[in-house]
């Protein structure tokens, strides 16, 4: 497990990106409510670490938290949040886009997809733009305590036929049993050997 965990700064444009010593980084990006920043909670076993809420659009800036002073994970706003204004829908296009492009320290972007719903046209959009953009992609199902083992499967299957990608760059995780992130910690630890 980790043992430092701290917040950094919460950004809105690439100036205020802190990364200046080119640490690892690893993104957590899906839609509004998905559990991104539950995610991070769960994985650095930290319960505030990342700011949470069960009401769609709490994280509004680009969050970066440094994790044993070796390497960053970065929680953003969601997307598909429909009562956000058309200025904030464009800010977030602006945030996203200057976060992803040409950055060499993005190790891993995680698209998180919610297991039950299943992937949204707004995640095959953000899937087809990851891809454009050449980042090594892993999808997380989250919430996966919310459905039993045979549907577990069979939105397993459905993820993998809506967004393209093979089987074993999926995971089906959940941040209350702590489900699957054994795998997504090996994974991260792996890319962080990876580039020293
Ligand atoms: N049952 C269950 N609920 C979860 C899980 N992960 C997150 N949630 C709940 O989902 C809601 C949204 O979680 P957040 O982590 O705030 O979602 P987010 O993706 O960061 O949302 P934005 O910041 O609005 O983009 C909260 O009520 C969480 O408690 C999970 O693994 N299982
Ligand atoms: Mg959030």
């Given amino acids: 497990m980790f043992d430092k965990c701290e917040y950094i700064i919460s ?6 990106f802190p990364n200046h010593n080119q640490l690892p980084e690893f993104v957590f990006l899906g839609r509004s409510n998905v559990g991104k920043s539950s995610f991070i ?12 809420s069960s009401k769609p659009g709490k994280t509004q800036t680009i969050n970066f938290f440094l994790i044993d002073e070796a390497f960053y994970l970065v929680d953003v706003p969601g997307y598909g949040y429909a009562s956000r204004s058309r200025d904030d829908r464009l800010r977030y296009g602006e945030y996203i886009e200057a976060y992803l492009i040409n950055n060499p320290n993005l190790k891993i972007a995680f698209l998180l997809v919610d297991t039950k719903v299943g992937p949204t046209n707004d995640d095959i959009l953000m899937m ?4 454009y953009l050449a980042l090594n992609i892993i999808v997380i199902g989250t919430k996966a305590d919310k459905i039993g083992k045979t549907m577990l499967s069979k939105q397993k299957a459905l993820i993998r036929n809506s967004l393209l990608v093979d089987d074993n760059t999926i995971i089906l995780t959940s941040a209350t049993t702590k489900q ?6 090996t994974l991260i630890s792996e890319r962080i050997k990876e580039s020293n």
């Fill in 11 to 16: 950004a809105v444009n690439k100036k205020q």
């Fill in 41 to 52: 909670n769960a994985l650095t076993n930290r319960k505030m670490l990342a700011r949470t």
């Fill in 180 to 185: 699957g992130f054994d795998q997504v910690i």
């Fill in 128 to 131: 087809n733009y990851l891809k």
